[in-house]
């Protein structure tokens, strides 16, 4: 028995797939954006866009992880309850890859940043994977804007099969984070003060203070005794 759940953000709510999607599915594969970045996904009539959704459906197996199976949720705008695109994580090759599509209509809100960000946290913490890369073509600037914002790191560019054509490709890359890598961030190399401790030092009386950083050297001297 298959778990039902959904996933929210501020605007957002991203759920798997059911087949009373198939309509608006097939509505939005028939879009300028989607036949120029996703000429794979477009569906001929409802029956073919019906047949890709019970696929997805059955792919979506919280018992699986996005190494085999492909887990695609649905993007509803929360506050309408309208689907308005799709995300999801998927095997490719020896890694998982993260893809997603927005209705024209709802680009440029954000929508996707959001729902990307979420899906990529959701997929790190959930599953046993180190890193989530996402593969654009190279004159889609757009998607590689959401990816950059998502906190992905361009990693390289080649040719590769984009969409069933070999086409120049960028692809990028989001490494999940070790549990101690936030605050070895965060600390200071021996030796090194703030700014803070600084001034407090210099106010102790204690007639001399030498301070020493890579690239300063201070000194204080009391000449009032």
Known sequence: MRTVFRIETPSLVLRPLVLGDTQRMLEMS?????????????????????????????????????????FVFGVEEKATGRLIGHVGLSPLFDTVEVGFGIATSEQRKGYATEGVARVCAWGLERFSFPAIVGVTDEANVASQRVLIRCGFSRKEEKVMRLQGVDRP???????????????????????????????????????????????LIVTVMDYST
């Open 30 to 70: 028939q879009e300028d954006c989607a036949r120029q970045w996703l000429p794979s996904q477009i569906y001929r009539d409802e029956r073919h866009a019906g047949t890709a959704i019970e696929y997805l459906i059955g792919q979506f197996n919280l018992d699986a992880s996005p190494t085999t199976n492909a």
């Open 169 to 215: 490709a960028v692809v990028f890359e989001l490494r999940k984070k070790e549990p101690n890598q936030g605050a070895a961030a965060n600390r200071r190399p021996p030796g090194q003060s703030t700014v803070q401790e600084i001034c407090q030092r210099l106010l102790q009386p204690t007639g001399r203070f030498r301070w020493r950083s890579p690239s």
